[in-house]
């Protein structure tokens, strides 16, 4: 992706992260020759430096990595048929593969997470991509604002606080419709996925299903859930 492409306002945009990140476009393949381009931070290993996330959740930048759940989430919202003006919404949406999958198929999709510069990135990606149904929204789990509910919300790794557990709950209540799913993937070994669940299901029926992303160092295996609101 030549960043000269890019429209005015994308092209400051990326000049202006390049000078506080190295940066990179980086294309992702999925299902219906859908094609991303997304902008990521090119010295991970300097930024990250050596920090484990499965270790230490609470200083592990999450947004700067394009995940292995991200990528199985971000194809199979690729591959669904959507209902004429569905809209889908993003939660942590990190380098926001997955809303965009799902704006490519159509979507109207919000992008959100909870700091600005994370939101910069991804319009960059949008413009990038070619996408112009996509908005983006700070969004803090702790004080939600008022919104208007999705057909769809997913996220992919944003379970990793048990103390986030309950605010997300709330976020979910109030961000998706009563007829609505929520898609969410995870690393099969995150710990703190189990109790999310068991308290989800008061609210949500809720269904699992494994994936193996094959790689040629390791196949990592991503379980995504399904949850919907149980009627009342």
Same mark, same amino acid.
């Given at each position: 992706?030549?960043?000269?492409?890019?429209?005015?306002?994308?092209?400051?945009?990326?000049?202006?992260?390049?000078?506080?990140?190295?940066?990179?476009?980086?294309?992702?393949?999925?299902?219906?020759?859908?094609?991303?381009?997304?902008?990521?931070?090119? +010295?991970?290993?300097?930024?990250?430096?050596?920090?484990?996330?499965?270790?230490?959740?609470?200083?592990?930048?999450?947004?700067?990595?394009?995940?292995?759940?991200?990528?199985?989430?971000?194809?199979?919202?690729?591959?669904?048929?959507?209902?004429?003006?569905?809209?889908?919404?993003?939660?942590?949406?990190?380098?926001?593969?997955?809303?965009?999958?799902?704006?490519? #198929?159509?979507?109207?999709?919000?992008?959100?997470?909870?700091?600005?510069?994370?939101? +910069?990135?991804?319009?960059?990606?949008?413009?990038?991509?070619?996408?112009?149904?996509?908005?983006?929204?700070?969004?803090?789990?702790?004080?939600?604002?008022?919104?208007?509910?999705?057909?769809?919300?997913?996220?992919?790794?944003? &379970?990793?606080?048990?103390?986030?557990?309950?605010?997300?709950?709330?976020?979910? #209540?109030?961000?998706?419709?009563?007829?609505?799913? &929520?898609?969410?993937?995870? +690393?099969?070994?995150?710990?703190?996925?189990?109790?999310?669940?068991?308290?989800?299901?008061?609210?949500?029926?809720?269904?699992?299903?494994?994936?193996?992303?094959?790689?040629?160092?390791? +196949?990592?295996?991503?379980?995504?859930?399904?949850?919907?609101?149980?009627?009342?």
């Amino acid at each position: 992706m030549d960043p000269k492409r890019l429209p005015k306002a994308e092209q400051a945009l990326y000049h202006r992260l390049n000078k506080e990140y190295t940066t990179t476009f980086e294309p992702l393949r999925l299902k219906n020759d859908l094609c991303l381009n997304l902008l990521k931070v090119a +010295d991970l290993e300097k930024l990250l430096d050596g920090q484990d996330p499965l270790k230490d959740v609470s200083k592990f930048p999450f947004w700067v990595k394009l995940w292995e759940s991200a990528i199985v989430l971000a194809d199979f919202l690729a591959n669904q048929d959507y209902k004429p003006g569905c809209t889908v919404l993003e939660l942590g949406a990190g380098l926001g593969a997955c809303g965009m999958a799902a704006a490519a #198929r159509g979507c109207d999709t919000v992008l959100s997470d909870y700091q600005e510069h994370i939101l +910069d990135f991804q319009r960059v990606s949008a413009a990038a991509s070619g996408l112009h149904n996509v908005s983006f929204e700070l969004l803090d789990w702790l004080n939600p604002p008022e919104m208007k509910p999705f057909d769809v919300v997913v996220g992919a790794e944003i &379970i990793f606080n048990e103390q986030f557990n309950e605010p997300l709950l709330n976020v979910l #209540r109030k961000s998706v419709k009563p007829d609505g799913v &929520i898609y969410l993937t995870h +690393d099969i070994k995150r710990k703190s996925l189990p109790e999310f669940l068991k308290l989800a299901e008061k609210e949500y029926e809720i269904s699992a299903s494994k994936r193996r992303l094959r790689s040629l160092e390791e +196949d990592k295996y991503v379980l995504m859930n399904r949850l919907i609101p149980r009627k009342s």
